[in-house]
Structures are given as structure tokens and as C-alpha cells.
């Protein structure tokens, strides 16, 4: 159940995935005299357009609020002015289920581990070159003979236009995909390394 009243939108884009996916409903209520917290997910109306965004304030200050998108490499570039805010997104429905959506310091926290990369301190070369070795383990699976190492994901299924696509989730982290026009899981490094895919869904 989510208070009244509150203003519902469906959510589009990739800015915010997995935070957000289209096409969730947004739950977003006005701010009423209330401050606007570092991690709340905002809707806005974007400066210089007469389109809508939903974003994740990175800061405040006196300055304004910056943005940023769970899903984006670099912050919005505008600084908002709290007048243009419509309101927070405090739950979200997706499908038949409508879940609250964490704000403040905790939703800030959430994303930061969402962005999260064990690969980040490496450089593409490197992958290139570590690439072989990551497939061969893969395909022999012998990290996941070992049972303290295997993962049990969720799989979670979502209409798009192509047809059904399906997510793989370790709690709110997503590690990998098959998407509706294709019949082989797409997978994150170093995911593949324990998740046996003769088991997941084709």
C-alpha cells in the first residue's frame, strides 16, 4: 500500500536501470517544505527542455541540487533549483508488486555499490588479455563444484516490445540478462565464473 495522494508516471529510459526499469510506475509525491536529501531519486522538469527526467541527487547546496542517473558514467550536467522538482519517488510498482524505493543516505549508498566494478581498476588491455582465461574457467565450472562459491540468482521477467526478457539478480544487484530476440544469457565478469547456465531459464 502506498499513501494518497501521489502522482504516477511511467518510468522510461535506461538512465536509472536496475534502480528503475521501463516501464515501472513511479509513486512520486511532493516535497511540501521538506528537504530535499542526497540520494533521493527526483523527478524533474530538465532545464532548457520541456521534457520530465528522473534522477538521483548526488549533492546539495546553496547552488542547487545535482543529478545523476543510477545507469550514467558522468553527472548531469545543470545544477536544478528545488522549484522545478516535482516531487521524490518513494515506491515504485513493477508488475503486480509496488515496493518502497530507498532515499537519503541509504538509496546514496545503494547506488554507489550499484556502480560498483571488480574490473574497474583495470585497464581494457588487461581484460583483453585475462579474457581466454575467464572463458576457459567458465566453461569447466570448477568454481561452482565448490559449494560455498555458488550462486543461487533470482530471475525476474519483463515485458519489452521484442517479446519477454529476462534478469538475473544477487539481492538488488543485476549480473546479467537474455534478452527477448536472443537465446543465450549475457552474463557480468566474474559472474559466469559461478552460475551454472545449463540451469537458468532459456
Given at each position: 500500500?502506498?499513501?494518497?495522494?501521489?502522482?504516477?508516471?511511467?518510468?522510461?529510459?535506461?538512465?536509472?536501470?536496475?534502480?528503475?526499469?521501463?516501464?515501472?510506475?513511479?509513486?512520486?509525491?511532493p516535497?511540501?517544505?521538506?528537504?530535499?536529501?542526497?540520494?533521493?531519486?527526483?523527478?524533474?522538469?530538465?532545464?532548457?527542455?520541456?521534457?520530465?527526467?528522473?534522477?538521483?541527487?548526488?549533492?546539495?547546496?546553496?547552488?542547487?541540487?545535482?543529478?545523476?542517473?543510477?545507469?550514467?558514467?558522468?553527472?548531469?550536467?545543470?545544477?536544478?533549483?528545488?522549484?522545478?522538482?516535482?516531487?521524490?519517488?518513494?515506491?515504485?510498482?513493477?508488475?503486480?508488486?509496488?515496493?518502497?524505493?530507498?532515499?537519503?543516505?541509504?538509496?546514496?549508498?545503494?547506488?554507489?555499490?550499484?556502480?560498483?566494478n571488480?574490473?574497474?581498476?583495470?585497464?581494457?588491455?588487461a581484460?583483453?588479455?585475462?579474457?581466454?582465461?575467464?572463458?576457459?574457467?567458465?566453461?569447466?565450472?570448477?568454481?561452482?563444484?565448490?559449494?560455498?562459491?555458488?550462486?543461487?540468482?533470482?530471475?525476474?521477467?519483463?515485458?519489452?516490445?521484442d517479446?519477454?526478457?529476462?534478469?538475473?539478480?544477487?539481492?538488488?544487484?543485476?549480473?546479467?540478462?537474455?534478452?527477448?530476440?536472443?537465446?543465450?544469457?549475457?552474463?557480468?565478469?566474474?559472474?559466469?565464473?559461478?552460475?551454472?547456465?545449463?540451469?537458468?531459464?532459456?
Amino acid at each position: 500500500m502506498t499513501p494518497d495522494p501521489a502522482k504516477k508516471l511511467i518510468y522510461t529510459g535506461p538512465s536509472m536501470n536496475p534502480t528503475l526499469r521501463e516501464p515501472d510506475i513511479l509513486f512520486v509525491f511532493p516535497y511540501q517544505g521538506c528537504k530535499i536529501r542526497r540520494g533521493d531519486v527526483i523527478v524533474f522538469q530538465i532545464p532548457g527542455s520541456k521534457r520530465i527526467g528522473t534522477h538521483r541527487v548526488i549533492s546539495t547546496s546553496r547552488n542547487g541540487l545535482r543529478t545523476r542517473g543510477d545507469n550514467n558514467p558522468e553527472t548531469d550536467p545543470y545544477i536544478l533549483k528545488p522549484d522545478i522538482v516535482m516531487g521524490v519517488v518513494d515506491y515504485i510498482q513493477r508488475g503486480k508488486k509496488i515496493k518502497r524505493l530507498a532515499g537519503g543516505s541509504v538509496g546514496y549508498c545503494r547506488a554507489l555499490l550499484l556502480r560498483f566494478n571488480p574490473f574497474s581498476t583495470l585497464s581494457k588491455q588487461a581484460l583483453n588479455l585475462l579474457y581466454p582465461l575467464y572463458d576457459r574457467l567458465s566453461r569447466l565450472g570448477l568454481l561452482r563444484k565448490i559449494p560455498l562459491l555458488r550462486i543461487q540468482p533470482q530471475v525476474y521477467s519483463f515485458n519489452t516490445r521484442d517479446g519477454v526478457e529476462l534478469h538475473l539478480f544477487i539481492g538488488s544487484i543485476p549480473i546479467g540478462r537474455r534478452p527477448a530476440s536472443q537465446k543465450t544469457w549475457q552474463i557480468r565478469r566474474p559472474y559466469r565464473l559461478f552460475i551454472d547456465e545449463s540451469i537458468l531459464p532459456d
